[in-house]
């Protein structure tokens, strides 16, 4: 079970990771090394994450993000677009 701050109903929280190695980041934007390291960054709304993601999509072509709900259900994987099949 994908465990992470609790969340209201109405927010979002999205994980980065590099496409290649699947290393996940933490919210510094380096790779996460150690277990209480903050990985996700929250949203208010499904809207300003996907508009978060689409910002660092033009930052880098080769991060890929989730997407989860206040449950943790994931709501969208953006595979990293470097390596999205053509």
């Known amino acids: 079970m994908i465990t992470g701050p609790i969340l209201s109903v109405n927010q979002y929280a999205v994980l980065m990771a590099d496409g ?18 903050d990985i996700y960054f929250i949203f208010d709304s499904l809207n ?8 660092k999509q033009k930052e ?19 595979e990293a677009m470097k390596y999205r099949s053509q």
Request: with cysteine; aromatic share 14%.
């Open 60 to 78: 880098s072509q080769t991060i890929e993000f989730v997407i989860y709900n206040s449950d943790y259900d994931c709501v969208e994987y953006i």
């Open 20 to 37: 290649a190695t699947g290393h996940v980041f933490n919210t510094n934007e380096s790779i996460s090394l150690k277990e209480d390291e």
């Open 48 to 55: 300003t994450a996907k508009a978060f993601v689409v910002s």
